[in-house]
């Protein structure tokens, strides 16, 4: 079969590898979609959270067929549209152990969930980096049509919050600098596009808001300016999630607004325990993630999908497409 490898520190190949053949826990799938995250370009360059080894290949966004099953498999069969979780214990699918792109991939019965019949292989493989934006909005507390929403920043992530804000029926307005990023923010729901970068952005929040700032504030950015800026706009009593991640930046802060507006802050990482819940979310609800994938490679393209993601700062999600068969 065909697969994508990282095979050193910027290096990568179409390479053809075995069939993996499934042991007693594990299935066959067939890849269908497979999305490009940063974390593929940090592994790619040689940088990860947890120890790895070349050669190894990537994808861990993902959605696909199941083709053949091990002997204790019990839930699953041949045919089963399925996504899988990433983060198992020690291993992380796609990093420590090899991933979806590939023509076809094993998976543990245990890390899968069925795909509903009305989502897309498209949108399967979106439900992994939605999920972190719909868990955000989880532990927002309550989060519904009553809420004015204020998403800072629109990476994947971020776009993902607003689609799943809007599916819960909040106000959304997004700030983004990027005429691109603020037109596809608005195709998935959202009310208004504001830049932060402008002078008087305070101010336009508060009229994007009636006056009362945003009753959750979801930081998205990663930068530690825009951390500090979720305390201005909040409305008194509000909810800030702070997703971006930024390890040892600083920013100057008006920490007396906590205590002044009564707010509430937490910070959250990826999206544990939200899987069957976000599937039901997606299927239920109408939400159409599709617009976030940017451009579509078929495997055999594969090195020209790493190669946009790589120049091209234009692309929001860069998918790789398969329709293998055994």
């Known amino acids: 079969m065909r697969a994508l490898q990282f095979t050193g520190p910027d290096q990568f190949h179409l390479n053809e590898v075995p069939v993996p053949e499934p042991g007693p826990d594990e ?7 497979i ?49 899988g979780e990433c983060v198992i214990g020690d291993d992380h699918f796609g990093f420590s152990i090899s991933g979806a792109a590939a ?4 998976a543990k019965e245990a890390w899968l969930h069925r ?34 929403v204020l998403v800072l920043g ?31 923010a608005m195709r998935l729901g959202a009310d208004e596009v504001l830049d932060p970068t402008a002078e008087g952005f305070v101010g336009a929040v508060q009229e994007a808001t009636d006056g009362d700032g945003a009753s959750v504030v979801f930081e998205a950015s990663g930068k530690p300016a825009a951390m500090a800026t979720a305390l201005e706009v ?36 990826g999206s544990p325990g939200v899987w069957p819940q976000t599937l ?29 993601v790589l120049e091209d700062r234009s692309q929001v999600k860069v998918h790789i497409t398969s329709s293998a068969r055994l």
């Open 234 to 269: 909040a409305a008194f009593r509000a909810r800030i999630v702070y997703i971006g991640i930024d390890v040892g930046g600083s920013a100057p802060a008006k920490l007396g607004l906590f205590q002044s507006k009564e707010l509430q802050a937490r910070g959250i990482i």
């Open 103 to 106: 023509e076809f991939f094993l």
């Open 27 to 33: 299935v066959l799938v067939a890849s269908r979609s």
């Open 280 to 308: 039901r979310f997606l299927s239920r609800s109408g939400v159409d993630l599709s617009p976030l994938v940017t451009s579509s490679h078929e495997l055999a393209e594969s090195e020209k999908a790493i190669t946009a």
């Open 115 to 148: 795909l509903p019949d009305n989502l897309s292989w498209t949108q399967g493989a979106l439900v992994e980096p939605f999920s972190c934006g719909y868990y955000a909005t989880v532990r927002a507390d309550n989060l519904d049509a009553s809420d004015t």
């Open 154 to 184: 629109t990476g994947p992530i971020g776009l993902g919050v607003v689609a799943a804000s809007v599916g819960r029926g909040a106000k959304v307005v997004v700030a983004e600098p990027s005429a691109d990023r603020g037109e596809l």
């Open 35 to 83: 999305g490009i995250c940063h974390s593929d370009i940090e592994l790619l360059a040689g940088r990860y959270i947890i120890p790895f080894a070349y050669p190894v290949i990537p994808g861990h966004e993902w959605s696909g067929e199941v083709v053949r099953v091990g002997r204790d498999v019990k839930g699953l069969g041949v045919g089963d549209r399925v996504v």
